[in-house]
C-alpha cells in the first residue's frame, strides 16, 4: 500500500523538479523573463509557473530584475536569476600556463588571475595548482564554501563520464581519476572538460555558433583540436576522444609527434610547429625583423612575437602563416566533407593572426572541398577569443549543477 501511495508523489516530484531546472537553464541561456513566458515555453499552467517561481525566490535561486514591455495593460514581471546564489570555479590550464577565474551566475567574471604553471604530467603540477588556487581565493576572500562547484578544461583526451585525462595519467597516483582526486582536496562538485569541446559551447551559447545546430571549431594552440557541434550538441565520441584533428597523419615522411606516431597534423600546424619553423628559417638566414624582436635570444620566441611581425609587414613571418593556414584548410576540408557544417569557427593562439591565418585557410578550403559544400558555409575568427573556452567550461559546469541539484 505504501509503494502505491508513494509512486503519485514521487512523478509529482520528478516534473516539477524538472520544470525547476529547465526554468533555471533558460534563464542561465537566454536572460530574464516573464511568468508567462515561463508557463508558455514549459507547457505549465500559469498557477503552476507562479508557485515554481516563488518557491524559487524563497530558496534564493531567482529574484524579481524589473519589468518588460507591455502589450496591453500592465507590464509584466521579470524575474532573473539571482547572480549572488553561487560562484563557480574555472581553472583554464594549457601547456604554457593556467587560469584561474571566478564566474557568478551572470556569467560575469568577478576577479581572474594568471598563473604560471605550465602543464606538466606529474603531481607536482597538481601540488602547485593546489597552492596557487588557495592563494588566490585567500587573496581575493573567497571562501569555498561560497563556491558551487569548479570547472576545469585542459587539453588532452578526456573522458568526462568517467573523470580522466589519458593524455595526463601522471597528475594523480595510479588507478586515481583526475575528477576524483580533485573532489577529494576540494570538497566541491568538479566537472572536467576537454578544452576544445568547452570553446565548442562557448561559440554556441555566446558565439557565432548562437542559434547554428551544425558547426566545427578550429582551436589552433599548442596543438590542433576540433570542436563538432551536430544537431546542435557537441558531438563526444564513444569515449569522449572525437575531434582530435591535429593527429590525423598528413606527411607520412615527416616529424614524429609527442603522441608517438608521425606526421601529424600538429606537427605542421599547432602553435610549436610555428616556433620551430620560425627558428629554423632564422637559422638558415631567412630575413626577418623576429631576431630583432627577441633581442637576438631565439630561446625567448613566442607565437605573439610572430604574430606581431605579421601586424608589421614581416613576409617571412606571413610566409609561415600563410603555410600554416594552408595544411589547416586541406584538414579541415577533410571535416568539412564528414561533417557538412554551415560556420567553422577559429579560435586558439593563432586566430589572434586574424585574417593573415583565416585567409589561407578559406583559401584551401576552397580549393579542396566540393562546391556543393561550400554554399552555405562560412567561416569566422572567434569573436569571443579566449573568453569561449572561459564560458563554455562555466556553462557547461552550470548545467552539470542544475541537473545534479535538482534530480
Known amino acids: 500500500m505504501n509503494s502505491a501511495v508513494e ?7 520528478i516534473r516539477k523538479n524538472r520544470l525547476r531546472s529547465n526554468l533555471l537553464l533558460e534563464l542561465y541561456q537566454s536572460g530574464d523573463t516573464s511568468i508567462n513566458k515561463m508557463a508558455r515555453l514549459f507547457h505549465a499552467s500559469i498557477p503552476s509557473a507562479t508557485g515554481i517561481v516563488n518557491e524559487l525566490m524563497r530558496e534564493g ?3 524579481e530584475t524589473g519589468t518588460g514591455p507591455a502589450r496591453a495593460g500592465r507590464p509584466p514581471v521579470l524575474y532573473g536569476l539571482n547572480s549572488k546564489k553561487y560562484l563557480n570555479l574555472i581553472m583554464d590550464i594549457n601547456r604554457h600556463d593556467t587560469h584561474l577565474v571566478i564566474f557568478d551566475l551572470h556569467n560575469q567574471i568577478i576577479v581572474k588571475r594568471k598563473v604560471d604553471i605550465k602543464l606538466d604530467d606529474s603531481s ?19 571562501p569555498y564554501s561560497k563556491l558551487w562547484g569548479i570547472g576545469v578544461s585542459m587539453p588532452g583526451l578526456i573522458n ?15 588507478g586515481v581519476p583526475l575528477v576524483a582526486y580533485l573532489k577529494k582536496h576540494f570538497n566541491l562538485p568538479v566537472c572536467l572538460f576537454n578544452d576544445t569541446k568547452a570553446t565548442t559551447i562557448g561559440e554556441h551559447r555566446f558565439g557565432y555558433a548562437v542559434n547554428k545546430s551544425q558547426v566545427l571549431t578550429i582551436n589552433i594552440d599548442w596543438g590542433v583540436g576540433l570542436g563538432i557541434l551536430l544537431n546542435g550538441e557537441v558531438f563526444n565520441g564513444a569515449s569522449g576522444f572525437a575531434g582530435e584533428l591535429g593527429h590525423i597523419q598528413v606527411k607520412p615522411d615527416g616529424l614524429l609527434c609527442h ?17 620551430r619553423q620560425a627558428k629554423e628559417g632564422i637559422k638558415n638566414g631567412r630575413a626577418t625583423i623576429l631576431s630583432q624582436i627577441v633581442d637576438g635570444n631565439l630561446d ?8 606581431e611581425a605579421v601586424h608589421a609587414g614581416d613576409e617571412f613571418s606571413i610566409d609561415l602563416l600563410s603555410t600554416v593556414g594552408t595544411e589547416l584548410g586541406k584538414g579541415l576540408a577533410t571535416a568539412v566533407h564528414l561533417f557538412n557544417p554551415e560556420v567553422i569557427i577559429v579560435g586558439g593562439l593563432l586566430a589572434e593572426a586574424g585574417p593573415f591565418i583565416s585567409n589561407p585557410i578559406e583559401q584551401a578550403i576552397n580549393k579542396y572541398c566540393l562546391s556543393d559544400f ?16 572561459l564560458l563554455g567550461t562555466q556553462a557547461h559546469l552550470f548545467e552539470h549543477l542544475i541537473v545534479k541539484e535538482f534530480s
Open 300 to 307: 625567448l620566441l613566442e607565437t605573439s612575437h610572430i604574430i
Open 7 to 13: 509512486e503519485p508523489n514521487s512523478v509529482i516530484d
Open 259 to 275: 603522441c608517438g606516431k608521425i606526421g601529424c597534423l600538429d606537427t605542421i600546424t599547432s602553435a610549436l610547429a610555428l616556433i
Open 124 to 142: 607536482t603540477f597538481l601540488e602547485e595548482l593546489f597552492k596557487e588556487t588557495d592563494i588566490f581565493l585567500k587573496f581575493h576572500d573567497i
Open 160 to 174: 568526462s563520464t568517467q573523470g580522466v585525462n589519458l593524455t595526463y595519467l601522471n597528475l594523480t597516483p595510479p
Open 61 to 63: 535561486w531567482i529574484t
Open 374 to 389: 561550400k554554399n552555405t558555409l562560412s567561416l569566422h575568427i572567434s569573436k569571443l577569443g579566449p573568453k569561449a573556452r
